[in-house]
T-cell receptor
Framework: SQTIHQWPATLVQPVGSPLSLECTVE??????LYWYRQAAGRGLQLLFY??????ISSEVPQNLSASRPQDRQFILSSKKLLLSDSGFYLC?????????FGQGTRLTVV | KQEVTQIPAALSVPEGENLVLNCSFT??????LQWFRQDPGKGLTSLLL?????REQTSGRLNASLDKSSGRSTLYIAASQPGDSATYLC???????????FGTGTRLTIIP
């Protein structure tokens, strides 16, 4: 069966520190993978998506980057966090018949 | 660029009432439209998915319709319960670039 794992669930990081959020999927190959962010009281904003290894599309200019080192692994990173990076981050695996979401990471930058 | 809007932004209704949530999208070139539920501080729960060739889907007290030509979808909730209180999100999967674009959400409160 298809599953998607995302960790950690919560994270508190100081301003200026690095970030690495990891997402892995099971039960499929060559999935389309996505990172979304939800700021407090706001909707879900698409940050990055990837249709294959090494292929990353960025939706909005920001302090974050993404990488896809393996077929079923998608990583969201930052070299130096800003206060505005706080929010709820969701990884998703989407295909034409359904969408699977991780449990999310609540990031608080202090 | 696909834009998805949900009206109303917030809704409060007494328990037992039927209600309708609305979703509109600007680009009708979609594979499907999906309705999700999000509880405070939690991830997403998929409720219903309607393929672009379909007109509606039903699951229990929920019924979702899709009018692709007019760029509209509705989520009908029958006999509302306090446990239905949550934020409801619609999302469309765009044809071609395979992006899933979310709506702005409707925060629903069912009053016991």
């Amino acid at each position: 069966s298809q599953t998607i794992h995302q960790w950690p669930a919560t994270l508190v990081q100081p301003v200026g520190s690095p970030l690495s959020l990891e997402c892995t999927v099971e039960g499929t190959s060559n999935p389309n993978l996505y990172w979304y962010r939800q700021a407090a009281g706001r909707g879900l904003q698409l940050l990055f998506y990837s249709v294959g290894i090494g292929q990353i599309s960025s939706e909005v200019p920001q302090n974050l980057s993404a990488s896809r080192p393996q077929d079923r692994q998608f990583i969201l990173s930052s070299k130096k966090l800003l206060l505005s990076d706080s929010g709820f981050y969701l990884c998703a695996w989407i295909r034409r018949t359904e969408a699977f979401f991780g449990q999310g990471t609540r990031l608080t930058v202090v | 660029k696909q834009e998805v809007t949900q009206i109303p932004a917030a809704l409060s209704v007494p328990e037992g009432e039927n209600l309708v949530l609305n979703c509109s999208f600007t680009d009708s070139a979609i594979y499907n439209l999906q309705w999700f539920r999000q509880d405070p501080g939690k991830g997403l729960t998929s409720l219903l998915l309607i393929q672009s060739s379909q007109r509606e889907q039903t699951s229990g007290r929920l019924n979702a319709s899709l009018d692709k030509s007019s760029g509209r979808s509705t989520l009908y909730i029958a006999a509302s319960q306090p446990g239905d209180s949550a934020t409801y999100l619609c999302a469309v999967l765009n044809f071609g670039n395979e992006k899933l674009t979310f709506g702005t959400g409707t925060r629903l409160t069912i009053i016991p």
